[in-house]
């Protein structure tokens, strides 16, 4: 059972959630300056490219904030919930990990608001850190649970050999995994991810990344599809990891990889249409759908709509179109917003330009289906704007960011 938190203390948080929130990545900056001086062996667990980017502040100053805006009840929250216990799962966040973090936590509250923070309010902090803290630790005991006594599942870190590496385009590449044991693959949600373990040389610690799993369950192979992004800066900048993975990791190496997790994933138990709609490597999550639906539920109606730069940097074209033509439940549409003349002279792509909800509405039999998107955030905002003008009920919206943090409301 949940602790509830005293009343008095309630109050406390009703009134300092204002001055916590304006302060809020202030706070968590300070929070992992402190964590990672402290415990610089966490650096093993955490994307630190999303600390140089400030991905990683930004949302947890949001994710406080919102649980402890919630206190009294975080069922009201529990999506948001649910998708960080998962992402917590997939790296091995432990219970034993929670005082760590509730210790820094508010020591950098403490450091910032300085003389502002009492010992009421840091004490009244204290029980809602608590209460928060038992609420994912209780949570992510099941997700453990799942993961390892699951048909082929497993604890922690396995090896997988890369039994084959695939160059879908110019910019991503497709890596087929296969357990290093021999033993079978558990199954997954079509849409989830893994958590693959990256050794990078020269590097102190070590790097744990999330990657869709672009193929459909019940293969004695998992496919992760990986877009390079080049490294910015000298410091570990985006794409240290995705460039490692293109460059220096080849058939026959070894990657150890965690359980499958994610909260983004198909209705599988649904026989409703399904509009699967992505940009760039935002389709790997997405061709998983596709092709458990056209393996599973071959009646069920789709379209799939693909938005990328041009034929050079597509993925998965001619695996998709393979599956449109031979199904006819399933309809397929790439978009360009730069084709080059080859692309035009092979008809590669079905549109020009951008997705519009008017051109939703020409192309969709009816906005009667369940949506799933994902992409670069502008074009997931874009999509999730059309929706809601559409007016798309909320229960048949799902998307994922691709990365620490995301806001679709800033379109």
Same mark, same amino acid.
């Given at each position: 059972?949940?602790?509830?938190?005293?009343?008095?203390?309630?109050?406390?948080?009703?009134?300092?959630?204002?001055? =916590?929130?304006?302060?809020?990545?202030?706070?968590?900056?300070?929070?992992?300056?402190?964590?990672?001086?402290?415990?610089?062996?966490?650096?093993?667990?955490?994307?630190?490219?999303?600390?140089?980017?400030?991905?990683?502040?930004?949302?947890?100053?949001?994710?406080?904030?919102?649980?402890?805006?919630?206190? &009294?009840?975080?069922?009201?929250?529990?999506?948001?919930?649910?998708?960080?216990?998962?992402?917590?799962?997939?790296?091995?966040?432990?219970?034993?990990?929670?005082?760590?973090?509730?210790?820094?936590?508010?020591?950098?509250?403490?450091?910032?608001?300085?003389?502002?923070?009492?010992?009421?309010? +840091?004490?009244?902090?204290?029980?809602?850190?608590?209460?928060?803290?038992?609420?994912?630790?209780?949570?992510?005991?099941?997700?453990?649970?799942?993961?390892?006594?699951? !048909?082929?599942?497993?604890?922690?870190?396995?090896?997988?050999?890369?039994?084959?590496?695939?160059?879908?385009?110019?910019?991503?590449?497709?890596?087929?995994?296969?357990?290093?044991?021999?033993?079978?693959?558990?199954?997954?949600?079509?849409?989830?991810?893994?958590?693959?373990?990256?050794?990078? #040389?020269?590097?102190?610690?070590?790097?744990?990344?999330?990657?869709?799993?672009?193929?459909?369950?019940?293969?004695?192979?998992?496919?992760?599809?990986?877009?390079?992004?080049? #490294?910015?800066? &000298?410091?570990?900048?985006?794409?240290?990891? !995705?460039?490692?993975?293109?460059?220096?990791?080849?058939?026959?190496?070894?990657?150890?990889?965690?359980?499958?997790?994610?909260?983004?994933?198909?209705?599988?138990?649904?026989?409703?249409?399904? =509009?699967?709609?992505?940009?760039?490597?935002?389709?790997?999550?997405?061709?998983?759908?596709?092709?458990?639906?056209?393996?599973?539920?071959?009646?069920?109606?789709?379209?799939?709509?693909?938005?990328?730069?041009?034929? !050079?940097?597509?993925?998965?074209?001619?695996?998709?179109?393979?599956?449109? &033509?031979?199904? #006819?439940?399933?309809?397929?549409?790439?978009?360009?917003?730069?084709?080059?003349?080859?692309?035009?002279?092979?008809?590669?792509?079905?549109? &020009?330009?951008?997705?519009?909800?008017?051109?939703?509405?020409?192309?969709?039999?009816?906005?009667?289906?369940?949506?799933?998107?994902?992409?670069?955030? #502008?074009?997931?905002?874009?999509?999730?704007?059309?929706?809601?003008?559409?007016?798309?009920?909320?229960?048949?919206?799902?998307?994922?960011?691709?990365?620490?943090?995301?806001? +679709?409301?800033?379109?």
């Amino acid at each position: 059972m949940v602790k509830q938190l005293d009343p008095k203390k309630f109050e406390v948080i009703k009134q300092t959630l204002p001055v =916590v929130k304006e302060h809020g990545e202030a706070i968590t900056k300070k929070f992992y300056q402190r964590l990672f001086e402290s415990h610089p062996e966490l650096k093993n667990m955490f994307n630190m490219t999303h600390q140089i980017t400030g991905h990683q502040p930004k949302a947890l100053a949001e994710a406080v904030y919102g649980a402890a805006a919630n206190i &009294e009840d975080l069922s009201q929250i529990m999506p948001i919930l649910e998708r960080i216990g998962q992402k917590h799962r997939s790296l091995q966040v432990k219970p034993e990990h929670y005082p760590i973090v509730g210790e820094h936590l508010l020591g950098a509250i403490k450091e910032i608001l300085g003389d502002a923070a009492t010992d009421e309010i +840091l004490d009244a902090w204290a029980d809602a850190y608590q209460i928060i803290s038992s609420a994912f630790i209780k949570m992510e005991e099941g997700f453990y649970k799942s993961a390892e006594t699951q !048909s082929g599942g497993w604890a922690g870190f396995k090896n997988f050999i890369i039994d084959r590496k695939v160059r879908e385009s110019e910019v991503i590449t497709s890596f087929y995994l296969k357990p290093e044991d021999g033993q079978a693959l558990p199954s997954f949600l079509p849409g989830q991810y893994i958590t693959v373990k990256v050794e990078i #040389p020269q590097e102190e610690y070590t790097h744990l990344r999330q990657y869709s799993l672009s193929d459909r369950p019940g293969l004695d192979y998992f496919r992760i599809s990986v877009k390079r992004e080049g #490294p910015k800066g &000298e410091d570990i900048g985006p794409g240290v990891v !995705s460039t490692d993975l293109h460059q220096l990791y080849n058939e026959g190496d070894v990657l150890p990889i965690s359980a499958p997790a994610g909260d983004f994933y198909l209705d599988v138990d649904s026989n409703r249409p399904v =509009v699967l709609i992505s940009g760039g490597v935002g389709l790997t999550p997405v061709t998983s759908m596709l092709h458990t639906i056209n393996a599973n539920q071959p009646d069920r109606k789709v379209v799939y709509i693909e938005a990328a730069q041009n034929g !050079s940097v597509h993925a998965f074209r001619e695996e998709v179109r393979k599956v449109s &033509e031979q199904n #006819p439940n399933i309809t397929s549409y790439f978009i360009y917003t730069q084709p080059s003349n080859e692309d035009r002279e092979k008809e590669y792509f079905d549109r &020009e330009g951008y997705i519009t909800l008017e051109w939703l509405q020409e192309v969709l039999p009816s906005k009667d289906a369940q949506f799933y998107f994902c992409g670069p955030l #502008p074009f997931m905002q874009v999509v999730n704007s059309a929706l809601n003008q559409w007016e798309v009920p909320e229960e048949d919206i799902h998307y994922e960011f691709f990365g620490s943090f995301g806001n +679709l409301e800033e379109a």
